[in-house]
């Protein structure tokens, strides 16, 4: 690395180290978490921009600056990701220690259920509507490359599921080993944490009844999980969103034309589905945006649902009003089968757009 490479690496890395510092700092005056969430976005953009136009997008030292500073941004996704399964279970175990009235549980489970399946199904509609009337489907993309090891990966799932039963699908959901499904090593690991913390959660409040104290303790190492992960939100805004800042090649971003366009339509139309659900139930749409834009924003900026987890729940639970059991409930089903846009949306898009080939 020649010295003016290292030069600019250390300047971007000092102010990147500055940022950070004023996050802390935000944090130890007592700001909120939504004012920290969005200066961190705001920092991270202006930051991304300066590297890209100091730097050079692509360059050795914008390159170099960046793999530092993934430290902070990639590190803090690979430990979401890390954490998706115990997140779900601790936001099951969570639904049930805090409920009060255990007859409710069916009620709402069901309720979740409904909720988020229809929607992913509405979803889907949106999707292919959207591909099938934009002129796309079955289009040449020969222009592209094809990763081998994701269409092995693809055709090996694929022979496993034709020759799949219903009833060998509903076993494979229970689960055998559940310290290798909280590692995710199986297609239905997900729903076999869930299970598995159901029957926690069933143990939680048996064990409630004969000793409080104790199940009280297990609820508060649950919450202090929970907290741990939220504390790390603004620093890793920041990391992320300078780095797709300091990296977009938005030539090639206008290049993507209907696709990207017609992914939003569809996106839209789904998210005035939802604020029409919203109004159906008297919750006032325009209100219930204002307390959930952080979370809605956290979600797209980091693109990870699992990473939302944490800070979905306590939207829902402090700033919607919703009772923990169901936000928990909520939060840890619409992660995993409930996702409007990566289960409903884009599938069927590809699936549209790919069939008539």
Known sequence: MSFEVGAAVAVV????????????????????????????LGMGIVLGVAIQLALGRGSDAAKCALDWMSLVGTGYISLLKMLVMPLIFVAIVGAFTRTEATENLGKIGIS????????????????????????????DFTQGTVDASKMDALQTRSDK?????IPQTILSFI???VFSDLAGTRSTSTIAVVIF????????????????????????????????????????????IANVMATSDFAAIVDLGKFIIFSYVAIIAMFIVHLIILAANRVNPVTYLKKAFPVLSFAFVSRTSAGALPMNIETQSKALGVDEATANFAASFGMSIGQNGCAGIYPAMMATLIAPT
């Open 112 to 139: 979740v259920l409904v909720v988020l399946l229809g929607t992913v199904a509405i979803a889907a509609v949106f999707g292919w509507a959207t591909i099938a009337f934009s002129g796309l489907a079955g289009a």
């Open 175 to 177: 689960p055998t080993n």
């Open 13 to 40: 890395l000092i102010v990147f180290a500055a940022l950070l510092a004023v996050l802390k700092f935000m944090k130890s005056k007592g700001l909120s978490f939504t004012v920290r969430v969005f200066s961190a």
């Open 161 to 165: 599921v034709a020759g799949t039963t």
């Open 197 to 240: 913390s159901a029957l926690v959660g069933l143990a939680y409040l048996k064990l409630r009844n004969r000793d409080s104290d104790q199940a009280d303790f297990f609820r508060r190492i649950i919450m202090c999980i929970v907290k741990m992960v939220i504390g790390l939100t603004p620093y890793g805004v920041m990391a992320l």
